[in-house]
């Protein structure tokens, strides 16, 4: 838990996710011979097995209660090896304020996100993929992004025609709270 004096934000406001790093090929997406090692995903997990000699990322999330006192809430987070017998104290602090942060309506925030990704789900049945992109979308909701990602336009030889690709998927978006504006790039149909 995180205590200020008499008051506490009990450790069962606290999630933690682990930054885990995927090979994306390299200049591109779609480069098969070289890669780079790039940040994908922040995975709910409470322990993890890592390479010796590997940096890992811990993301914390502290959801403070409405009516949580303000003050300076201090407490720390535990980190060991099974291998060991010493474990890691990291001290945290967080300043809960006396009046609520107002968002700037001017200020939206989005991240690039590659929607059907043909390599991530060659395998993978259309009710998967469905399921997939909904989690990530609220994921990403969840994660204080509200708005939707860049959609490309493609030219499509069948219907002779530019469309929005991943259209089909922006219901899944809207659904998890991720609004307009809508940024659209030309990608291939110029």
């Given at each position: 838990p995180l205590v200020s004096g008499q008051d506490e934000i009990p450790a069962t406001a606290?999630?933690?996710r682990l930054a885990t790093y995927w090979n994306m090929g390299y200049p591109r997406y779609t480069s098969r011979e070289t890669y780079r090692r790039v940040p994908e995903l922040l995975e709910r997990v409470n322990e993890?097995?890592?390479p010796a000699y590997e940096c890992l990322r811990w993301w914390i999330t502290i959801?403070?209660?409405d009516d949580a006192t303000p003050g300076l809430y201090r407490g720390s987070v535990t980190i060991w090896d099974d291998d060991s017998d010493h474990a890691v104290q990291i001290?945290?602090?967080l300043r809960v304020l006396s009046?609520?942060?107002t968002a700037d309506p001017a200020k939206h925030y989005s991240a690039y996100y590659y929607l059907r990704n043909r390599t991530q789900f060659a395998d993978k049945d259309e009710a998967f993929a469905r399921q997939a992109l909904a989690n990530e979308a609220q994921a990403m909701a969840d994660l204080g992004l509200d708005?939707?990602?860049?959609?490309?336009?493609?030219?499509?030889?069948q219907q002779g025609r530019i469309i929005l690709?991943?259209?089909e998927d922006l219901d899944r978006?809207?659904?998890?709270g991720l609004s307009g504006p809508l940024p659209v790039a030309g990608g291939n149909a110029i």
């Open positions: 606290l999630t933690t993890h097995s890592s959801h403070v209660p001290p945290i602090a009046y609520r942060l708005m939707l990602p860049t959609l490309y336009l493609r030219y499509d030889q690709n991943g259209a978006l809207v659904a998890a």
